[in-house]
């Protein structure tokens, strides 16, 4: 019988609950279970396609094509292991299939109810992901608070799961802040969040406490009193080092033990030594890599959060090539200082920032910057290269010049359909594609494949009718579209290391399995300092 374990988070969002259901998930993957993830978004967006990043952070892209939640990205890397699209369930998805069965006359005449019928969908969508998968486990990850007047239907959907005998467990994740003031933790808010959880019907089996410091044994008691918690179902889980730690203080903690024994499991252990070393690594030298950018201030607070998948990526390649990543954000609308020892332009939407991006492109090509851009990045790099080396002073994308002389970046006509018909969500070029290398390329050579995979999200692509021409002054296209011929990679002959890719190679990147794209950026990058 599948098993489910539910985990609500309580008191503030943005709390990391994606990388603690993560970790805990690895835990139970290494002691031989299949296990899958689902992310509950309680918004009415279908998909996160269509929110702006100061609205969502990054929109992460599945293998089949989903525009999603970050978090999904954070279950993939820490499992190593490919979730569908149909794992991110919104309360979009959820009402607009109610609404085609009730108008396909599949409820018998019956009144379609919010609190039986919305229910009843999530709990098909929530089975359906398990069967899927396979999965012997599967962790349901509730976006937003609880209390949260949006989450209401999926508690009373994992609530009644439980009540026909379903084997769902529950681990809520709290926040205790120390306020400066205080001088202490409290733990009142979390008293509280559990009681807003109790109200739903639902009594935690599992509390995480996270903070920025470790939890007491004075609190965790009086955290277990007043929750209806045994000492030994609070778990403490501090701000630490690097997210890919997590694991490792749950375990310590007996976190994987408790969880089961509560499920029922095994008794063996995780088996968790590749993710030692990983921790273990030693990182000294630096490494300076600049991410040109647009950065979102939402009130005084600036975001950084839209290139999430990219810095993970950074960091899995520098863990596996021995320096320590130091990030500088710079932004693309300002002038800055390029002291770097690599630089990544990454994927973007829009006018803003874009002079500056071309600006900087043109500043790692001629001072040999190690250079990788990403979606964006490839098609500004070409942009840059008709301006300066072709001579096309007005060389743009149709994205931003619609009747442009000089077109080089432009949409496929079935594109131009979606937008006049205003199709915008899930309508660009999405998903998982195949790219043929070209045979002695350096990116051949980085992926060790005449042939690769990787994830796609954007309407634009290089404009075949100016291939040649690119590629007369020093422009080689490394990579193409195996049916639809079109440029999928670049590379440069004329420098130590300019790649760009028309996917996002972020997205395939683990911790034991980091990118060929940004590993050949940073031994690139340590090469120069060396020189
Ligand atoms: N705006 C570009 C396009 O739609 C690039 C998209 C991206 O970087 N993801 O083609």
Same mark, same amino acid.
């Given at each position: 019988m599948t098993k489910f374990v539910v985990i609500t988070g309580g008191v503030i969002s943005t709390l990391g609950k994606g990388v603690i259901t993560a970790s805990a998930a690895l835990l139970l993957k290494r002691? %031989?279970?299949?296990?899958?993830?689902?992310k509950i978004d309680p918004y009415i967006n279908v998909d996160a396609g269509t929110m702006r990043p100061t609205e969502h952070g990054e929109?992460?892209?599945?293998?089949?094509?989903? @525009?999603?939640d970050q978090d999904l990205g954070n279950y993939e890397r820490f499992l190593n292991q490919k979730i569908s699209k149909n794992n991110n369930i919104t309360t979009g998805q959820i009402y607009q299939n109610v609404i085609k069965k009730e108008r396909n006359l599949e409820y018998d005449g019956k009144c379609v109810q919010v609190m039986h019928h919305i229910p009843e969908e999530i709990e098909r969508?929530?089975?359906?992901?398990?069967?899927?998968?396979?999965?012997?486990?599967?962790f349901i990850e509730v976006g937003g608070t609880v209390g949260d007047y949006e989450n209401i239907p999926y508690l009373e959907a994992l609530r009644r799961m439980k009540l026909r005998g379903e084997n769902v467990?529950?681990?809520?994740? &709290?926040?205790?802040?120390i306020p400066r003031t205080a001088g202490e933790m409290k733990s009142k808010p979390t008293q509280h969040s559990v009681k807003a959880l109790s109200a739903q019907g639902i009594q935690a089996d599992i509390l995480v406490c996270r903070a920025s410091q470790i939890l007491d044994n004075v609190r965790r008691e009086k955290i277990g009193l007043f929750c209806n918690l045994k000492d030994d179902e609070v778990f403490s889980c501090p701000d630490l080092k690097s997210i890919y730690e997590v694991p490792f203080l749950l375990k310590k903690q007996g976190f994987d033990k408790k969880l089961s024994e509560i499920l029922g499991l095994n008794n063996k252990e995780p088996e968790l030594s590749d993710w030692?070393?990983?921790i273990a690594t030693k990182q000294d030298q630096e490494i300076t890599i600049g991410i040109v950018g647009k950065y979102f201030k939402t009130g005084d607070y600036q975001l950084e959060d839209s290139y999430h998948s990219v810095v993970e990526a950074i960091k899995h390649a520098c863990?596996? @090539?021995?320096?320590?990543?130091?990030?500088?954000?710079?932004? &693309?609308? @300002?002038?800055? %200082?390029? @002291?770097?020892?690599?630089m990544i332009v990454p994927g973007g939407f829009g006018k803003t920032g874009v002079e500056g991006k071309i600006e900087s492109i043109k500043y790692a090509r001629e001072n040999k910057i190690p250079f990788l851009g990403l979606c964006y990045g490839l098609q500004l790099s070409v942009i840059e290269h008709a301006r300066n080396l072709l001579g096309l002073k007005d060389a743009n994308t149709t994205e931003i010049v619609p009747d442009t002389n000089n077109p080089v970046i432009s949409t496929m006509p079935e594109q131009i359909k979606l937008l006049q018909k205003k199709n915008y969500g899930g309508s660009m070029r999405l998903g998982e594609q195949k790219a043929v290398l070209k045979k002695a390329s350096l990116t051949a050579n980085l992926y060790k494949s005449l042939e690769v995979f990787e994830r796609h999200r954007h309407r634009y692509e290089v404009n075949p009718s100016y291939k040649e021409r690119l590629e007369a002054k020093g422009l080689v296209v490394s990579g193409v579209h195996p049916d639809l011929g079109l440029v999928e990679f670049i590379e440069r002959k004329d420098h130590p290391y300019f790649v760009a890719t028309q996917a996002h190679p972020e997205f395939t990147s683990t911790p034991l399995k980091p990118n060929p794209l940004f590993l050949g950026l940073i031994r690139a990058a340590k090469k120069k300092i060396l020189d």
């Open positions: 002691k %031989n279970y299949k296990v899958t993830v689902v929109v992460y892209v599945t293998f089949d094509g989903g @525009e999603t969508r929530v089975k359906k992901a398990g069967q899927d998968s396979k999965a012997d486990i599967v467990s529950f681990i809520h994740v &709290s926040y205790l802040p030692k070393k990983y863990n596996h @090539e021995k320096v320590k990543p130091v990030i500088k954000w710079l932004n &693309s609308d @300002e002038n800055n %200082n390029l @002291e770097i020892d690599a």
